[in-house]
């Protein structure tokens, strides 16, 4: 196992790299110039300004000098300095990664708890009105657009129940500490994470309904019913387990998503995470804060990439016996 994730480990150090020059050239192929951006909000459109900003920022190298001087940087984990916020990008990112890394997770643990559990009901009674009402309410999720579907949440358990807060990490102002700030936080927390994590629910529901229907069909399956087993104990130990494989598939790929797919929730519900912070760098052409946000993103998919080969493993164990 250890020789296994040493030789991922490494692969997912090439790709990284070469994440990070093909992100280079296109940030620099977009139009638009970091140096007249910061002259024209700093009101001074001076040619000799704008030279001393290039100078200052290395702007007035040649693409590949560039290049080099980025990529020596970030393989020494200095991910550069932010041209607008006069910051290391590395410290913005620790900022924020907390909070998109918070509603990643739960807006996961939501959508597969529920939609390997909605699969596995609609699984288990196919055919009846619970398949057809799960399968109902996973396709319309899964159909609805997720700006759509944060503004309705809003508009309901904000603004007409008033059940729960729209916007932010947690209350302006109210200096919360201990558990009183961590159930602010909470509370602020459930609108994006439900809202994230439905879409990718009725994915995992359908996903798991169709394998487990499958799996159902099975010569192992025939038997263990012909043992006399109950129908409950075949769907939880024989028919569920050998149908994961897809869903873990899904899963590792899903966990990277989030955190792109967070883009437009931490904007919609002004969550101050990384999504944000990307979409504020390609407005301001921050070109080393938005390259080091794709890079971590990059890194971070990696990481559950590599996860998913692990539990790969540790669920089919004709995988491990064929390595």
Not at 195 to 219: I, N, P, W
Not at 297 to 313: E, G, P, W
């Amino acid at each position: 196992m250890l020789r296994f994730i040493s030789g991922r480990l490494l692969k997912a150090v090439v790709i990284l790299i070469c994440i990070t020059v093909l992100n280079f050239f296109l940030i620099h192929a977009a139009p638009g110039d970091p140096a007249a951006v910061m002259a024209g909000e700093a009101g001074d459109a001076d040619p000799a300004f704008l030279q001393q900003l290039r100078e200052r920022f290395g702007l007035d190298q040649p693409l590949y000098v560039q290049l080099w001087i980025y990529v020596s940087s970030v393989v020494q984990l200095d991910l550069g300095y932010s041209y607008r916020q006069q910051l290391p990008v590395l410290q913005l990112i620790g900022e924020r990664l907390p909070a998109t890394l918070l509603l990643s997770l739960s807006a996961f643990v939501i959508s597969l708890g529920l939609g390997v559990t909605a699969g596995a009901l609609a699984s288990a009674r196919q055919g009846k009105w619970a398949d057809t009402i799960i399968s109902l309410v996973a396709l319309i999720f899964y159909a609805t657009p997720l700006f759509w579907l944060a503004l309705m949440g809003v508009l309901l358990f904000s603004v007409q129940l008033g059940w729960l807060p729209g916007f932010g990490y947690e209350t302006v102002g109210a200096n919360y500490t201990g558990l009183g700030r961590s159930l602010d936080i909470l509370l602020h927390l459930i609108l994006p994470a439900m809202t994230l994590g439905l879409f990718f629910m009725a994915v995992y529901a359908r996903m798991t309904r169709a394998a487990m229907l499958e799996v159902g069909k099975l010569d192992f399956v025939k038997t263990a019913k012909a043992k006399g087993l109950r129908s409950g104990l075949i769907q939880r130990r024989h028919v569920l387990r050998n149908a994961l494989l897809p869903v873990v598939t899904l899963a590792g790929l899903q966990a990277g998503q989030l955190v792109g797919g967070a883009v437009l929730i931490e904007t919609v519900f002004a969550w101050p995470g990384i999504g944000r912070l990307m979409f504020d760098a390609l407005s301001q052409r921050d070109y080393n804060l938005l390259l080091g946000v794709f890079v971590v993103s990059a890194a971070m998919v990696l990481f559950f990439n590599l996860i998913t080969d692990v539990l790969y493993r540790l669920v089919d164990p004709r995988i491990r016996v064929a390595s």
